[in-house]
């Protein structure tokens, strides 16, 4: 992204196509990425009222004695938290019990930008092991903030998520460190997306203008016309679908990315096929897109050419 680019130059790096991955692991994975669908949260009203159900989350016996959710106990609760990380690593959100049981949550209360609640590292009732609550920061610089990168989930937050969608973990034999490897798996799929998507933006290369990730929704059961034409030839459905909206110098760019099962995961936490392309939303994407077909259909290796989502 220096000085210096040409488009070209750009173009010929994509010549390789969507992000290939090889196989030898063995981890199960939930068939979309729970971590952007929009759901629900609970929201506490008025501490006092949290009655019996709250008191069960909390323990007895001389536990927490007021809601965590004030300032002085969640700043006790970030300074004694479990899973390790400082204070600053920590996020605790909403009283898992409401004064309206099973309240919807406010609109305020989902995140635009990732269409998820408040970030949740409580453990669920009867988790049968602790996750960590360390989360990692990304490469991916965060649209509307000064230096700041988005971050990923922790691995509580992305059990808490899993449940909200219904997956319950007595159905599965899961254990402690597969949560481990599905984080590992979800942030090098982002990290994989967003190097293909500066691929992309290099062919609109301007000095002075870095691309910034703005938001993004999960659209899992959303298939794009690309991959249902796809389908129709005989090649298999996505498990996963994301939409990215990227700032470009001001300029807000969607792109598409498909998610296709690669196999066994591989040592590098690796096993999508990623298909990532500037959505249809404006003549420079579609010329793009042609571009770059172009460069593929008669410059790319042969195997390339065969092999690759394109």
């Known amino acids: 992204m220096g000085a210096g680019i040409s488009s070209d130059a750009a173009a010929s790096a994509l010549i390789s196509g969507p992000a290939a991955v090889a196989r030898t692991s063995q981890v199960t994975l939930p068939k979309e990425c729970p971590m952007h669908v929009a759901s629900t ?3 506490l009203e008025n501490a006092g ?14 536990g927490i004695t007021e809601c965590p959710m004030r300032e002085e106990v969640q700043k006790k ?20 019990s409401a004064v309206a049981a099973g309240a919807a949550a406010a609109p305020t209360d989902i995140d635009p930008t990732n269409m998820m609640p408040p970030p949740n590292q409580r453990p669920s009732p009867d988790q049968p092991f602790s996750l960590e609550l360390k989360r990692e920061v990304s490469s991916i610089p ?3 903030t000064e230096g700041e ?28 460190k597969d949560m481990k490897d599905i984080i590992r798996i979800h942030n090098t799929n982002n990290e994989d997306a967003w190097n293909e998507v500066l691929k992309w933006e290099a062919l609109r290369y301007r ?9 993004f929704k999960g ?22 679908r994301h939409d990215w909206i990227v ?32 959505a249809f939303d404006s003549t420079s994407a579609v010329w793009d897109r042609m571009k770059v077909t172009w460069y593929r259909w008669f410059f790319a290796p042969k195997s390339q050419q065969t092999d690759d989502i394109s």
């Open 49 to 62: 009222a949290c009655g019996a159900e709250h008191l069960a989350m909390h323990g007895a016996g001389g």
């Open 247 to 278: 700032n470009r110098g001001g300029k807000d760019v969607r792109y598409i990315i498909d998610y296709y099962d690669g196999g066994d995961v591989d040592t590098d936490y690796r096993f999508t096929l990623l298909d990532v392309r500037p």
């Open 41 to 43: 949260s609970i929201q």
């Open 142 to 144: 965060k649209a509307g």
């Open 207 to 215: 000095e002075g203008v870095v691309p910034q990730l703005k938001s």
């Open 149 to 176: 990168n988005w971050v990923y989930p922790s691995q509580q937050m992305f059990w808490n998520a899993m449940l909200r969608k219904g997956w319950r973990w007595k159905d599965d034999d899961l254990k402690q």
């Open 219 to 240: 659209r899992a059961k959303d298939f794009s016309p690309r991959a249902r034409m796809r389908n129709w030839m005989g090649y298999g459905l996505p498990f996963d």
């Open 77 to 96: 609760q970030q300074s004694n938290a479990p899973g390790g990380g400082a204070a600053s690593d920590v996020w605790y959100s909403e009283c898992p």
